[in-house]
């Protein structure tokens, strides 16, 4: 199982070329004697060699080692995922603030007064460049949707 | 050339507004930070901070970047000294001898020794820019489509520069770029192209989102098992300074790297990694050094760091002149560009001068402004270097979630910035470069749409590839970019064949 992991990534790549380059020949049109390549033309190019390019990477991967997956790295992918979910229910803010202040002190157990500090710097931060000084109309979420507006 | 400089002052004095000073001063201090915390470099760093450009007017946006990318190259430098991690990729060589002279306790030394030869690579790259570019601006303006088409053709190709042991790996990662630059739109027909029906993608894949999260994200995703690391040294002015024969040392490495290293940055793909290692070799190779290099010798801190500043300030030049990026963080400002309603290209210096030239004379000013604050700053870069990944996971992550939701002002740029964060996270970990993904999505449109035009202004006809001298020469040396690395490495590998069978016998 390790081992067949190694392919992974150039196995997509493959699937992935292989699969724009049906797409775009099923779909769009080549070439055209007077106007020359058309809109299907470079992305059609472009996947078949991704194809060959990803068969290549595969059988080079033969000789190489697996990198080991270390789960602790997608903690963080958990986490921002989550933020996602949270959006829709409780807004993009109120997500990300309470993110930044969990794992500070329940991921990484800083003390209290770090935890706090880093919080607040980071909430004038967003809120003072990105609410107040760019206007950006953060998603507020179905609970504050109508208090927002 | 008078005309050039004239027109340099006119760029200063439209930037010495009290905005724009305060933008120059803290692009240059963020710079050095950006550039000094292992790990995080001028493209993730431009990456990050370009989403808060959105609200400024045009030059004062490139201003912020061009002197966040400049900076960098000063900050890279002190954690490869400090703790032998270069903070970004030009700073590599600059750790063989800076590190060694930290550790004999000359550490103030050799940072003051990286800091005088970044500012005088950095001014030679520049006084060559300003003398050059109006040329090329000119020289640029004979480029129609198909002109445009085989040029881009040999920026495509010269990207192989940036693709690192790999090969296959690196045109994967050039191809996906591409294919990603297809996705929304066709540019000539004006019709739907690969969106799947899916409205958001019709504009196609942002650039933003999608920058923040091939090396944003996924740099804070690597960071997560990564060790904090740890310094000792302190740092004081006093110790730091350079006695006049110590100077005398590296001025004639500086200026002979200024100049060689400007012309290695205005190659596209090149960049300053390739400066800075190819004038570390010439200064090994070719000159002597009053300590041998690697051992502690101030002369290859400045063969290193002059060079990699003046092929940060050369970059520019293709930049601003005829619109081709020459680096992954060159691609996010060439990004930038288009993303403020910009053309760079030949035309940008007649219809934007205050813009093109404002962006010229930041250089000047955050080259200066480095200086002061890279000596004042040594004693307090020791503790930045050092913040915890505990603290910069979620703060850099707070600002590539909130950065890429600005971008779109929708939840459409979180998603991008989260799927792009995991797929080259998981491209990066199997060794596949991401700046030449970068630079083929910023590319391939153009490239695409010149070729397109040029066909159709020809009736379909392929001749018209190979009509003009710019044609033809951009075509032989993308021939020569192609077979060049082939036939090297062939020689490489039947030299190493001749030395194993020589020892064996």
Known sequence: MKNLSKYAVPFAVTLTGLFFTVYTVAHYQLYDATMGPMQGALPTGIAALLTLFGLVACFKTRSSEAV????????????????ILATHVVGFLPSIFVFLFAWLKFKERLPWKTTIIVTVVMAAFVLGVFVWWMQIPFTPGILFEDLWG | MLENFAMLWGGIESLLTVENLLIVLIG?????????????????????LLPMTYNFEPTSAIVLLATIYYSTMFGGSISAILLNIPGDSPAVMTALDGYALARKGKAGKALAAATISSFIGGLIGMLILVSTVMWLARFGLNFGNAEMTTLLLLALVSISWLIGDSPVKGIVSTLIGALLGCLGMDAILGTARLNFGNTALMGGIKFAPLVIGAVGFSQVIKMVTEKDVSCDTKLSMRESMLNVHEFMRILPVSLRSGVIGTFVGVLPGA???????????????TFRSEVPLGEGAIEGIASS?????????????????????????????LGGLLMWGLQPGPLLFSTDPGFAWGCI?????????????AFSMMPLMTRVITI???ILIPTITVVCAVGSFSATESMYG?????????????????GYPMAPL?????????????????FSASAGHVEIFWQSAICKTCLALFVFFLVAPMVKTAVMKRRAARKQSGGNA
């Open chain 1, 68 to 83: 080991p997956l270390d789960l602790r790295n997608w903690s963080v992918v958990a986490a921002v995922g989550a933020v």
């Open chain 2, 28 to 48: 240059t201090l963020v710079g050095i930070m950006i550039g000094a915390i292992p790990g995080i470099g001028s493209l993730s760093g431009c990456a990050i």
């Open chain 2, 271 to 285: 960049g300053a990694t390739t400066s800075s290692f190819l004038n570390y070799a010439i200064q090994k190779k």
């Open chain 2, 305 to 333: 760091e002059s060079a990699n500043n003046a092929a940060a300030a050369g970059a520019f030049a293709p930049l601003l002149a005829l619109g081709i990026p020459g680096s992954g963080t060159g691609s996010i400002l």
């Open chain 2, 361 to 373: 004379a930041s250089l000047f000013l955050a080259n200066g402004i480095a200086v002061v604050c």
């Open chain 2, 388 to 390: 915890s990944n505990k």
């Open chain 2, 414 to 430: 979180l998603y991008i910035m989260f799927f792009s964060g995991i797929v080259c996270y998981l491209l990066d970990r199997d």
């Open chain 2, 438 to 454: 970068l630079l083929s999505f910023v590319l391939t449109p153009l490239f695409e749409k010149y070729m397109r035009r040029a």
